[in-house]
């Protein structure tokens, strides 16, 4: 799988998981694949959440490391 297809697995894979933050007022935004971790900037209501790692590791991480060959973690790019 190459570089393009990894970007176009993950970004429809968050886009799946998007409605489900959406609803609690956050959203997700893709950055970019790099050496195999996915970079994201959490958005909205997830942004100083408590719960924000376990979103990011138990959720979307979980479900990118499972359908996405190649990716070993993901990463929130504050700011």
Known sequence: MNTI???????TILDKIRPYLQRDGGDVE???????????KMLGACVGCSSI???LKDGIEAFLLEEVPGIIGVE???G
Do not use: C, P, S
């Not at 297809?5 to 970004?11: D, P, S």
């Not at 893709?30 to 994201?40: A, L, Q, R, S, T």
């Open 5 to 11: 297809e990894i970007e176009n697995k993950v970004k």
């Open 30 to 40: 893709f950055v970019k694949v790099e050496d195999g971790i996915v970079y994201v």
């Open 53 to 55: 790692d376990t979103t």
């Open 76 to 78: 929130n790019i504050a």
